[in-house]
């Protein structure tokens, strides 16, 4: 087992351990095991976490499941299977190396923080924030395009699928800060003055909090929304977790440059500043960069993908308008 030597005692790590090697011309053992993650990427969806996890892969000194998501925490299901099946889906690894997981549905669950908290409070928190609306549209189009077997969707899901973005949009307003202001910020989002501002505001905290403090998911449409306010997320986040343990990070500087978002998260860890701007190279005719030619990728490959989302799909000129007022209210 690992140690660590404090004031005459050991502190043993809680680990699976897997297997050993001895390490070359020291003749010590060096021993590789399964462990709880160092840190986590919570979130937030829709912002660019496969292709940060992507990235970080490619770090000598990072390592994370093969699985792409594990969901732990917010899944009462996995999380019922108890801490060893968690740790059994975490990669072998050495002293050192860091271990990591991601899974953006964790950041808008109320139970998720109080679960990883108790079972292991120094974890580090990675959280990648992005346009709101550019997030509440791409999470409609993943809503809308990917199948699931209909006993599996929820009420407000098939909602969704059976909506436009405008009618979801519009319908989470409606249950969030009332019909009279969904239908000013929808048809007269000019008329908004910083007192009604104020009012959307307190109104749609008051109802997120409501939510968040009973404990229970955020349902669909207002999911749409609610996911989009970082600073209240991460404000609940920082209730429980110290301020110090939570980097929130830019997701558009994974498309723009992957090497700064890097640099920040490798700083915040305290590691190497491997992912330099020569490890990566911009793909024709896109937006995103891949990693250059390495032991742990394959050359130039794409990070993320379309994940069932139209690209091509654009949101009418109304509801991005409306949006835009809206999170401006927020802020």
């Known amino acids: 087992m690992r140690e660590e030597e404090e004031e005459g005692t050991f502190q043993f790590r809680e680990t699976a351990k897997t297997q050993e090697s001895v390490e070359e011309g020291v003749g010590q053992q060096k021993v590789y095991e399964k462990r709880l993650p160092d840190f986590i990427i919570i979130g937030m969806q829709k912002c660019g976490t496969t292709a940060l996890k992507y990235y970080l892969e490619v770090h000598p000194n990072l390592l994370a499941p093969d699985r792409g998501e594990i969901h732990f925490f917010e899944k009462d299901g996995n999380f019922n299977k108890g801490k060893d099946w968690y740790i059994s889906e975490m990669p072998s690894a050495g002293p050192d190396s860091l271990v990591f997981e991601k899974t953006p549905d964790y950041m808008a669950v109320p139970i998720v923080p109080k679960r990883i908290f108790e079972l292991k409070p120094d974890v580090k928190l990675i959280v990648t924030t992005c346009d709101p609306v550019k997030r509440a549209f791409s999470n409609f189009l993943h809503l809308t395009s990917v199948e699931r077997p209909i006993d599996e969707v929820a009420p407000g899901v098939q909602f969704v699928m059976n909506s436009t973005f405008d009618e979801a949009i519009f319908a989470a307003l409606k249950k969030s800060v009332g019909e009279k202001n969904a239908k000013l910020i929808f048809e007269k989002p000019d008329e908004i003055n910083e007192e009604k501002r104020e009012e959307i505001r307190e109104t749609f905290t008051s109802f997120a909090s409501k939510i968040w403090d009973d404990n229970k998911k955020f349902p669909m449409p207002e999911g749409l929304l609610v996911k989009g306010y970082y600073k209240f997320l991460i404000e609940k986040w920082s209730q429980i977790f110290p301020p ?68 091509e799909t654009k949101m009418s000129e109304k509801a991005q308008y409306a949006l835009r007022v809206f999170y401006h209210a927020l802020s």
């Open 244 to 311: 110090e343990n939570i980097l929130p990070l830019n997701g558009t500087l994974l498309s723009s440059s992957p090497w700064n978002a890097s640099r920040q998260i490798e700083d915040f860890l305290e590691i190497e500043n491997f992912l330099t701007e020569d490890k990566f190279s911009r793909i024709e005719d896109t937006n995103f960069y891949c990693i250059k030619t390495n032991r742990k990728k394959r050359p130039c490959s794409k990070p993320g993908g379309k994940k069932g989302r139209t690209l």
